[in-house]
């Protein structure tokens, strides 16, 4: 896999560094592949790390998604009840909980980017 | 911020918490106890340092659970309420805190607030009190707590009340034979 915390770990912890590969690995497995690429870029974008997906040929389902998963960097606390509940909608239970996982690593891998965690760690 | 579980927990009987909700995902649920179990093994970076980063995130990202949850080995490594207790704006000043968690509680606010605060001094610091494989320790640590505490809040998990609980240090759960 790829990405900075990862990274890290390969360089100095391979065993941590597998055990997280596999923890990311569940997680984006229960979601599918081009939403799991869709909250990522969405999330990267809202920390300045890229453009934001074209969502103008999205469902609505997904473009409800990514809203929320725009919030998740710096409006954590705000996210309504209501905003849950039509992710929740849309994707289950089961899902809404891998997708609060998903989007919630995506904002951290961003951070530990912004830092240069690799760097850091001399990789 | 709510405090009414936005998802039912997975597990009969059980109210909605942290792990009754992840069984709606056990294998997302299997592989991040084992991380979890396994970073907290680890003695690379000891677990007082581990968790006085989690204390400033628990503060930072506003979680109540984390905040009000301690874990055991921690205490043991003396991080007792007056250390803890200067873990918040203007830790730098404190002489209860080392110079090694000064620098850790830095990092920690970069990368979960502001990775400009990471500035030359401060990253110099960093890895002067630190290994670069305890700083990849740290790293995914605080990763984790975010996002635990992220995920945790925006799934309405947090408690309404809570007093402070000590608990075991989350460790990896040997196979049955």
Known sequence: MSGPIHASLAATNGALAEKYAAFVAASEGALSPELVALIRQAVAAVHGLGAAPDESALDEATRTALAYARRMPFEHTAISDAEAAAVTHHLGEPGFVAFSVVAALADAECRAAQVDLPELAGV | ?177
């Not at chain 2, 873990?87 to 620098?103: F, M, R, V």
């Not at chain 2, 990775?115 to 960093?126: I, K």
């Open chain 2, 1 to 177: 911020m709510s405090t009414i579980p936005r998802v039912s927990s997975a597990i009969a009987g059980e109210p909605a918490h942290f792990g009754s909700v992840l069984a709606h995902q056990p294998a997302i649920a299997a592989r991040f106890f084992e991380l979890y179990g396994a970073f907290w093994g680890s003695d690379v970076l000891a677990a007082r340092i581990k968790e006085v980063a989690r204390m400033r995130n628990a503060r930072v990202t506003e979680c109540g659970f984390c905040r009000n949850v301690r874990f055991d080995k921690a205490l043991g490594e003396g991080l007792v309420e007056e250390v803890v207790d200067d873990i918040t704006d203007g830790y730098e000043t404190s002489d209860k805190l080392t110079e090694t968690e000064k620098a850790v509680l830095k990092f920690t606010d970069a990368l979960i607030h502001d990775p400009e605060l990471l500035n030359g001094d401060a990253r110099a610091a960093l890895q002067r009190h630190l290994t670069p494989q305890q700083i990849a320790e740290l790293g995914l640590g605080v990763s984790l707590f975010l996002a635990l505490a992220k995920a945790l809040i925006t799934m309405g998990l947090e408690p309404e009340q809570m007093d402070r609980t000590v608990l075991p240090t989350p460790a990896v759960l040997e196979a049955a034979e």
